[in-house]
């Protein structure tokens, strides 16, 4: 079964950028799909970026398309999410989550394993 670890949270300010990245074990990347989340405190999780494993077709959410970029690298079985021009309303736990392979969906019921989360924060 596949395991993910998230790594690459932290404190920045804002304007400031980070890079998450989900470690994959126990699977080959092309049998998963691979999105992540985020989920601040009081709110519901929401779906910000996703990448299928069929043809590396990326989604992402309108509160951070242009600011954050999801890629894969399928030889180091990792998924990095570069986020560019945080913002105060950034800050969450991020998650990554592994799916069927060929899902590109922002819905978190559809993904069936998670990492533990990381925190992210973005404070002057």
């Known amino acids: 079964q596949v395991q993910l670890v998230e790594s690459g949270g932290g404190l920045v300010q804002p304007g400031g950028s980070l890079r998450l990245s989900c470690a994959a074990s126990?699977?080959?990347?092309?049998?998963?799909?691979i999105g992540w989340f985020r989920q601040a405190p009081g709110k519901e999780r929401e779906g910000i970026a996703c990448?299928?494993?069929?043809?590396?077709?990326?989604y992402y959410a309108p509160s951070v398309r242009g600011r954050f970029t999801l890629s894969r690298d399928y030889t180091k079985n990792t998924a990095s999410l570069q986020m560019d021009g945080l913002k105060a309303e950034d800050p969450a736990v991020y998650y990554c989550a592994a799916g069927p392979p060929r899902l590109l969906s922002l819905q978190p019921n559809y993904y069936d394993k998670w990492g533990q989360g990381i925190q992210v924060s973005v404070s002057s």
């Open positions: 126990g699977g080959s990347s092309n049998d998963y799909s």
């Open positions: 990448i299928s494993s069929h043809d590396g077709a990326t």
